[in-house]
């Protein structure tokens, strides 16, 4: 993605788009981070084509996989997805030894079984002892680009080992899994200088100079420096494969009350902290879309579901079973079956048992988020691919009974270019940012139209009793 500052509008431009995916090797989910390198130096390429020949660049991804490279600058594995079942009984070995209450405290981070953490828990004891940098996946591709390795703050708290007060990797929990703090590069905050660009590494692509600069890595992150949140009582929600809801914090929160509805701390951009829930977001559609073959566009299967009752069974959105199904229409129909529910037969009524469910789980999390943090959201703004589904947005406003706003679709590759911008002195502060995002991109509003808090207690009741 482009950006470009004009007459104090914020200007996007898609060069490049492309599939990432994970593929089975010697028997695990793997990153193919050869394609992803090669993707990036393509729309490098297309960017210098279209004419623009100094620039900036920087790259967010996902969260808590890495990279294990050795000595002499190898890679000696291929990454492996956090959708792998490897790490399936991990939280449950570790904490045998190690409390989740130390953990938490130390960490204020959620307990996922995907967590960096319990990743190298289950690692090549062999390989981690021949490991020279555990680079996450940004960072990684920074590495390749410009030879300069650094640990971006925002994508390493994601680890589940990053001290919350301390700012440094716990000690315990990295000897828990056989790493130690000095193969971690150095830390860095959002906005840092990595170098240059090597062309020269690359000589069968026609490459523009480029300045790399670490920005908020962890997608999320940038996502939330490019929601256009103003004021004090707004929370956001991050919607696309996953979906995250929460606060931006000045302190982090890591209180009983959070540590119980599992909250997390995750670091943000300019000192902030993004206190935040993962729910299993739009995967589920995404992967409803996949199984019709593709038959109907994502806005035509809304449509489909426009046209159905909402509501009609409960459902879990965050069961560990809807993480990696061998078939998701098969197992949301088999979880309704299973708690004698209406079981969704067409392709209307399975997209909206998954839409109205979503909007569920954010309205509950909404009403967890006042709990925990004393305080009442009255907006809540959507960035992200589910900006676009009027459908979940409407309903999780009435659900809720809060003010929706929708948009922008790009904030997380907003937030990116932000900070760059930032970094560039061309933007003063991610305050002025986000004025300049509201100026710059159509957003959408949704206010409560009927009360429905009616089906939120007794989607309590039936799936998350207390």
């Known amino acids: 993605m482009l950006g470009q500052l004009i007459n104090g509008q914020l200007q996007l431009r898609e060069m490049h788009r492309f599939v990432n995916g994970f593929t089975q090797k010697e028997g695990h989910d793997c990153w193919n981070i050869d394609h992803i390198l090669e993707e990036i130096l393509v729309g490098l390429q297309k960017v210098k084509k279209a004419g623009f020949e100094h620039i900036t660049l920087g790259i967010d991804t996902w969260a808590v996989d890495y990279v294990l490279v050795g000595r002499q600058g190898q890679r000696l594995k291929d990454p492996v997805s956090y959708r792998d079942a490897r790490t399936k009984n991990a939280i449950q070995e570790l904490t045998s030894d190690l409390s989740k209450e130390y953990i938490y405290q130390k960490t204020g981070i959620q307990f996922l079984d995907f967590n960096t953490l319990y990743q190298l828990f289950e690692e090549d004891k062999d390989l981690l002892a021949n490991t020279d940098k555990i680079l996450m996946i940004p960072d990684y591709l920074g590495y390749v680009l410009t030879d300069q390795a650094v640990t971006e703050v925002t994508n390493a708290s994601t680890t589940q080992m990053l001290s919350l007060r301390e700012g440094l990797f716990d000690e315990n929990l990295l000897q828990k899994v056989n790493v130690n703090a000095t193969q971690f590069p150095k830390l860095v905050d959002p906005g840092t200088v990595l170098g240059e ?13 480029a300045k790399v600069i670490t920005v908020a890595t962890h997608d999320t992150a940038s996502a939330v420096v490019g929601t256009p949140g103003l004021g004090q009582h707004w929370a956001y929600l991050s919607s696309g494969t996953w979906s995250l809801i929460g ?6 929160e890591n209180g009983t009350l959070a540590f119980q509805n599992n909250y997390t701390n995750e670091w943000g951009a300019y000192g902030t902290y993004r206190f935040l829930k993962n729910i299993m977001g739009l995967w589920i559609i995404q992967n409803i879309q996949k199984e019709l073959h593709e038959k109907y566009s994502f806005a035509q299967l809304a449509q489909l579901a426009q046209q159905e009752r909402p509501f009609q069974q409960y459902i879990d959105v965050n069961d560990s079973r809807f993480q990696n199904p061998a078939n998701m229409i098969q197992e949301v129909q088999a979880y309704c079956r299973q708690t004698k529910q209406v079981v969704p037969q067409t392709p209307g009524e399975i997209a909206m048992a998954a839409y109205s469910n979503l909007s569920l789980y954010y ?6 988020l006042d709990e925990i943090l004393g305080s009442s959201i009255d907006t809540l703004n959507i960035v992200g691919g589910g900006a676009n589904v009027s459908l979940m947005n409407q309903l999780t406003a009435n659900i809720a009974g809060v003010n929706v706003e929708a948009g922008p679709t790009e904030a997380t590759a907003i937030g990116n270019l932000i900070v760059q911008m930032i970094s560039q002195g061309e933007i003063l502060n991610v305050y002025l940012a986000r004025s300049i995002i509201v100026n710059s991109f159509d957003l959408k509003h949704y206010q409560p139209q009927q009360d429905m808090s009616q089906h939120l207690t007794q989607w309590q009741t039936k799936v998350h009793k207390g």
Not at 247 to 252: D, G, Q, R, T
Not at 363 to 368: G, H, R, T, V, W
């Open 363 to 368: 309205a509950n999390e909404l009403q967890k």
């Open 197 to 209: 660009l090597q062309t020269a590494k690359f000589p069968d692509y026609d490459l523009p100079q």
């Open 247 to 252: 606060a931006e914090l000045n302190i982090p």
